[in-house]
């Protein structure tokens, strides 16, 4: 799979969960500090998050968080809440714990065999990590789009019928096709791909594609979608496309998006998480966290002195 | 969407059949894994089971009286041609006056084995003082006797039906009584050439066989191997005939093993008159059958050699010979041995293409160089699985556990070289 | 002389030129102090030398050794007296063999008479002399090399160059043999296959419904006219083939599946490596096993649900070959599984798929490629398996397709006609190279596509 890469703006994509700190999101880079001071820094840390955790109508509801990898200690005691149609951002340096967090919200972790989560993750009240909770069905009703756009190797059609076809959510093949088409119509590629239903979804371009994984993924109408770094991998007009793509999905669905993008992160979210070696050190409506940021790290990261 | 549930209510009612398929999906992966393992499991008992017996071999107590007028008549000791079974016959008369009639006395001859009268004239013949002595021997009891001992021979069933008559069997117990019958280590299984009685059939013949085969096979394989490697990685063109020898090593390495038993036959055997049976060419046959493990493996190895090793050594002035010999080979070698040895034991088990160039004949001398007839081991494996006998499928399964005793060193080599000297970039 | 000591003195020679090579060039440029005045390392002069010496003189010994059994035995013809001079080309032949054995001091399968006696002297006679000539040659050859390398020397002979030039032409020749072998596997069979097609016609080798290739002893003989149409073999090797695969597809690719997707990490690292004994244990062990374990097993089961099974069945070496083959379809599926990259299976388990369903939806298709390849060098395995079936299959030849029968197989008939005496002009054991070349073309197709499905598959997603 080859992606477009037009700008030196957008950072190399990787299959890592984390993908490296974009290097030019702050042209002035004479207040950057070294990795030592970052680190010094981190002796400053508490498990206080400064901000407001809550808001108005929270729908997911993360309280005291840890997850560990082994012996690694990679989130602690993160709680957050997230709204009913919101768009929230997680924003921090590589490795912070932001990419972890999201992989909580529909237990992806449960597929890493040393993964070991503690503390309540609710939703709509019903703590997701319950015994009765089946992963398959979360997963139905929190969606995620990854990183790197990841279409089956199948045809458009197919991918995007993927979903509504293992849940049995459509009845019959026109209720099937319907999905399809308003699904696609959505994430605003049905134009570009309706004559050409057959082909298969590899042979998109990477904007396409990663459009096509969020059609594939407001197919099985979940409630919450979860973005991992969705634009990463891809050009400036691509990310401009998918950017407004969130803005009309937001009026449907609660939307949380890990992004690089200081940028990204104030143009599509309501509300951003600084997140900092696994701790949630901030938590603000969008507005307040770029205009005035309480917390030292927080501020440092958006004038880009850590990177 | 028209629908009147909400997504999580049509998943959450379709879960409990999904659930069902997911858990036969898992118990079948569960079922296919263990009948590799458990196969593995009942083919080592009951290889154990059949074969352990044999490292053991009953033998009988005599008292031979070492005639001088029978193993030297006129003074001169005749080794060729004296009676020494006579002399084995004498003491089980002796031991047992009351098999009188010759039909008696035959099937009491047939409690000893023939091994008995040759280990008296090695005796002899390194101790010519003995002679006229009268001598208490433990001598290798017959096969049937063996078996009886290891309780293979049935006692219960009728008697026409069995190896071995009322008669035979109340003079072993007769001799169990007083002591005179033992189970010893079974020397002649280590130290002996196949033979057509079983008690005396030993594995000597055929591990020599394949250790001269073996050795002529690395001897060639390695070097020539390792260099056909070097060549494609560091020093053939990216062209039509690289991609023809690439292709063409592969495809060797798939080919079935007998093709390769057909074109010995037809080159080395017909064609450039080389003997028969010879480990010489069935080393030459092995060479060119793992000669494609050996070039993938050493290939894979030089692969892993980083570029920038390459480019220091280049860029101080060293020739892509020299770079290559000081620098890559060094470093590629722990790989390539590796190889090397998995290749060697894939050789030590092969036996189809050595049945084409004739190393089936029954061999009874132990080889002692690359032109003397030989056989191999899985060859000897095949040849005594095929006898009736019931002592030799003892002997099949004791061949068989020497034979994955030297697969197993040889790779638990492969891995201590593997781990000793691999080196992380 | 024997032609090993004369490789020893060669290789001794070599080390002595080596030597005064080295010392030469130094020489040449007054001494150690001046090396930097010689073109290349002292020691690159050394092995100029050495290479001259040795090289011609080993070529013309292989070429010597090549062509001696030949020329002699031609000379020993021509000295044999009148009466033999008549023989058919068969018959002497058979005559060549026996001088040559009582030449040897080998048993001899005919009456020994001082013709013959003479004859072997002779050859005996002309064997020595070779040697004689063949040691002066050699010797003579190396010495005159290494001299002529040895004046060559003087500081600006590029000698490492040409070292170089000769190794590099070594590693050429060393890969090449992977080709001559193909060469070899392709002539020798071919040959012998159209000699065999002269006299059996190939319409009725490939078409032919009944195999029985004894070739009648005395002319009078009943039924032993001795037929060769191979059909019965091909849906034997047929038959075998499918029930080995029908135990080792699903059951390697189940275990590839669970090891990949399932099982802790500490399960597998238990059963990758009990597979891997599975695949090296050689194939006479899996021989034996069928044969008297798994075959009267089999049998006994028939017998207590009332089925007539064959004591050499189908089944037995079916079964025991598809789990020879287990670890193979495993390893390749597990490879073609590994490929698919993990951004499938998250988007696959991020839209809530089950881990079967994102298995079977999506990873296999993906795979699928791979899998097919790897299958089809299974089957090829499968064909050209020999010792299983020769330990465990029958030798007669039916057309049949109940596997509780006996079938017998190419690779059976090709051992079973091979061992033993051999004539190379009967159709019997020309019969053999046929069904080789038979053999031989399928499994090169099957690992062409195979090997070539497996590549691309692998390249996709790079």
């Known amino acids: 799979m080859t992606m477009p890469v037009m700008t030196e703006t957008i950072p190399d994509n990787s299959t890592a969960p984390e993908a490296p700190a974009p290097k030019a999101d702050n042209p002035d880079s004479a207040g950057r500090m070294g990795l030592d001071e970052f680190l010094e820094q981190a002796t400053d840390l508490t498990d206080e998050t400064v901000g407001t955790v809550t808001c108005d109508h929270p729908f997911m509801v993360a309280d005291d968080v840890n997850v560990y990898y082994g012996d690694n200690h990679a989130i602690k005691h993160v709680s957050l809440e997230i709204g009913k149609k919101e768009v929230i951002a997680l924003i921090g340096p590589s490795g912070c714990g932001k990419s972890t967090f999201l992989r909580c919200l529909n237990r992806m972790n449960d597929t890493i065999e040393t993964a070991r989560v503690t503390g309540t993750i609710t939703l709509d009240g019903k703590d997701i990590y319950r015994k009765e909770q089946d992963p398959v069905a979360l997963r139905a009703r929190v969606g995620m789009v990854f990183q790197k756009p990841n279409p089956f190797p199948k045809s458009i059609y197919d991918n995007v019928a993927y979903g509504p076809r293992i849940h049995g959510i459509a009845a019959d093949r026109a209720e099937l096709d319907e999905i399809v088409h308003t699904s696609l119509e959505r994430a605003g590629l049905l134009k570009e791909v309706k004559d050409r239903m057959d082909e298969p979804g590899t042979s998109l371009s990477g904007g396409q594609q990663q459009r096509l994984c969020i059609a594939r993924t407001i197919a099985v109408n979940p409630e919450v979608i979860l973005m991992d770094e969705p634009c990463s991998a891809l050009d400036p007009i691509a990310t401009a496309r998918i950017e407004d793509l969130m803005d009309e999905l937001c009026e449907d669905y609660a939307i949380v998006i890990v992004t690089h993008s200081m940028q990204q992160a104030a143009r599509v979210s309501k509300r951003v998480a600084y997140f900092h070696l696994g701790l949630l050190v901030e938590v603000d409506s969008t507005d307040r966290i770029f205009t005035n940021p309480q917390h030292k790290l927080t501020e440092d990261y958006i004038t880009g002195r850590i990177g | ?425 | ?462």
């Open chain 2, 1 to 425: 969407m028209g629908n009147k549930l909400t997504t999580s209510e049509i998943v959450a009612a379709g879960l409990a059949r999904r659930r069902r398929k997911e858990t036969t999906f898992r118990l079948l992966g569960i079922l296919a894994t263990a009948v590799g393992v458990l196969f593995l499991g009942v083919f080592f008992a009951t290889l154990i089971a059949k074969g352990a017996s044999a490292f053991k071999q009953t033998f009988v107590q005599l008292e031979i009286t070492l005639d001088a007028e029978v193993i030297a008549p006129g003074g001169e000791i005749d080794l060729e041609y004296a009676d020494f079974d006579g002399l084995v016959r004498t003491a089980l008369r002796s031991r047992f006056p009351d098999a009188k009639s010759r039909a008696d006395r035959r099937e009491l001859y047939r409690l000893i084995s023939v091994g008995a009268g040759y280990q008296l004239r090695d005796l002899v013949a390194s101790n010519p003082d003995l002679i006229g002595a009268k001598q208490s021997l433990w001598v290798p009891a017959s096969s049937d006797v063996d078996m009886l001992l290891k309780g293979n021979i049935d006692a219960s069933v009728e008697e026409a039906l069995r190896t071995m008559s009322d008669k035979q069997i109340a003079w072993v117990e007769s001799l169990e009584n007083s002591g005179e019958i033992r189970s010893e280590f079974n020397d002649a299984l280590f130290g002996n050439g196949d033979s057509r009685d079983p008690e005396l059939a030993g594995i000597k013949g055929a591990v020599m066989g394949s250790f001269y085969m073996l050795l002529v096979t690395i001897a060639l394989s390695f070097p020539i191997g390792v260099a056909a490697a070097i060549y494609l990685e560091e020093f053939a063109p990216k062209n039509r005939w690289s991609d023809l020898i690439e292709v063409n090593i592969n495809n060797l390495a798939a080919v079935p093993s007998i093709v390769f038993g057909l074109l010995g036959l037809a080159v080395f055997i017909n064609w450039m008159s080389l003997p028969r049976s010879a480990p010489v060419v069935g080393g030459l046959v092995l060479t060119l059958l793992t000669l494609p493990v050996i070039i993938i493996a050493s290939r894979a190895s030089i692969q892993a050699v980083p570029p920038s090793i390459r480019e220091a050594a280049l860029g101080l002035g060293a020739s892509s010979t020299q770079v290559v010999f000081h620098h890559v080979l060094p470093l590629a070698m722990p790989g390539m041995l590796t190889g090397a040895i998995i290749g060697m034991s894939r050789a030590l088990g092969e036996s189809a293409p050595l049945l084409m160039i004739g190393m089936v004949a029954f061999i009874v001398d132990v080889p002692g160089g690359f032109t003397d007839p030989a056989t191999a081991l899985p060859v000897q494996i095949y040849l005594w699985a095929d006898s009736p006998e019931r002592a030799f499928a003892e002997r099949t399964s004791a061949a068989i556990i020497v034979l994955l005793g030297f697969l197993l060193l040889m790779n638990l080599a492969a891995v201590i070289i593997r781990k000793r000297m691999e080196r992380k970039w």
């Open chain 3, 1 to 462: 002389m024997q032609s090993t000591t004369l490789i020893l003195l060669l290789t001794f020679m070599a080390v002595a030129a080596f030597y005064f090579g080295r010392r030469r060039s130094l020489a040449t440029v007054g001494g150690p102090g001046h090396r930097m005045d010689l073109h290349s390392l002292p020691g690159y002069y050394g092995y100029y030398v050495a290479i001259w010496c040795a090289l011609p003189a080993l070529l013309l010994l292989s070429a010597w050794l090549f062509m001696e059994p030949r020329l002699v035995v031609a000379l020993v013809v021509q000295g044999l007296p009148e009466s033999y001079a008549s023989l058919a080309s068969g018959e002497l032949d058979l005559l060549v063999n026996n001088i040559q054995n009582l030449a040897s001091g080998d048993v001899v399968s005919i009456e020994v008479d001082p013709e013959l006696q003479a004859a072997a002297a002779m050859f005996n006679d002309y064997i020595g002399k070779s040697r004689q000539m063949l040691a002066g040659l050699a010797l003579g050859v190396a010495v005159l090399g290494g001299a002529l390398a040895w004046r060559r020397i003087q500081p600006d002979l590029r000698a490492r160059n040409r070292v170089e030039k000769v190794i590099r032409l070594l590693l050429i020749a060393a890969s090449s043999i992977a080709i001559f072998t193909t060469i070899g596997i392709v002539l020798s069979v071919l040959f012998e296959a159209i000699l065999f097609f002269r006299k059996v016609p190939v319409s009725e080798f490939l078409f032919g419904l009944t195999w029985s290739p004894q070739t009648a002893i005395r002319a009078d003989q009943v039924g032993s006219s001795g037929s060769f149409g191979a059909v019965p073999l091909f849906t034997g090797t047929l038959l075998i083939t499918a029930i080995a695969m029908f135990v080792a597809v699903p059951v390697g690719l189940m275990t590839a599946i669970y090891l990949a997707e399932y099982s802790s990490s500490r399960v597998r690292g238990i059963a990758k490596p009990l597979l891997e004994v599975l695949a090296g244990i050689p194939t006479v062990v899996y021989g034996f096993f069928a044969a008297l374990t798994v075959a009267p097993w089999i049998r006994q089961f028939g017998e207590s649900v009332g089925l007539a099974v064959a004591s050499e069945s189908a089944l037995a070496a079916g079964v025991v070959m598809g789990i020879m083959i287990i670890p193979l379809v495993s390893s390749l599926s597990d490879d073609a599984i590994n490929a698919v990259p993990a951004a499938m299976r998250d988007g696959a388990l991020g839209l809530g798929s089950t881990r079967s369903e994102t298995m079977k939806k999506v990873i296999l298709p993906a795979a699928l490629p791979g899998i097919v390849g790897g299958i089809l060098l299974a089957v090829s395995r499968a064909i050209g398996e020999t010792m299983i079936v020769v330990m465990a299959a029958g030798l007669s030849a039916n057309l049949t397709a109940n596997p509780f029968e006996a079938v017998t197989t190419v690779t059976v008939q090709i051992v079973t006609l091979l061992v033993g005496d051999q004539e190379f002009d009967s159709a019997k054991t020309l019969a053999a190279f046929a069904l080789g070349l038979m053999l031989f073309v399928v499994t090169l197709c099957l690992n062409v596509i195979g090997l070539s499905v497996v590549r691309k598959y692998r390249e996709q997603y790079e």
